[in-house]
Nanobody, 125 residues
Framework: QVQLVESGGGLVQSGGSLRLSCVASGRPFTRYAMGWFRQAPGKEREFVAA????????YYADSVKGRFLISRDNAGNTVYLQMNSLKPEDTAAYYC??????????????????WGQGTQVTVPS
């Protein structure tokens, strides 16, 4: 089992940037495809981005493509989400996720097995 701890959320003005981090512990990090999801109040949790185990291949939701960048540091057991040009509709709790079985490409379809506790991102309108 892997434990995931997110950090980096906060309040940022529209057009600003934030970088979220997620540190994993408990199992070899390269065992997991990693991803980020978000959930706004009153809405379902939605896929944001995913990254493969070692090739670095990335996948994004259309709503964040071109603004967000997912990356991982396998030596440091950390996955990042760089969020640029933030909009009020990006306001949500952001969750890090890990999947030991499926590919990063599937993360938008098959929910991962492991989740962090979430970090709040607020972009006032």
């Amino acid at each position: 089992q892997v434990q995931l701890v997110e950090s980096g959320g906060g309040l940022v003005q529209s057009g600003g940037s934030l970088r979220l981090s997620c540190v994993a512990s408990g199992r070899p990090f390269t065992r997991y495809a990693m991803g980020w999801f978000r959930q706004a109040p009153g809405k379902e949790r939605e896929f944001v981005a995913a990254i493969s185990r070692t090739s670095g291949r990335t996948y994004y939701a259309d709503s964040v493509k071109g603004r967000f960048l997912i990356s991982r540091d396998n030596a440091g057991n950390t996955v990042y989400l760089q969020m640029n040009s933030l909009k009020p509709e990006d306001t949500a709790a952001y969750y890090c996720a890990a999947d030991p079985t499926n590919t990063a490409a599937a993360m938008g379809i098959i929910l991962p097995d492991y989740w962090g506790q979430g970090t709040q991102v607020t972009v006032p309108s």
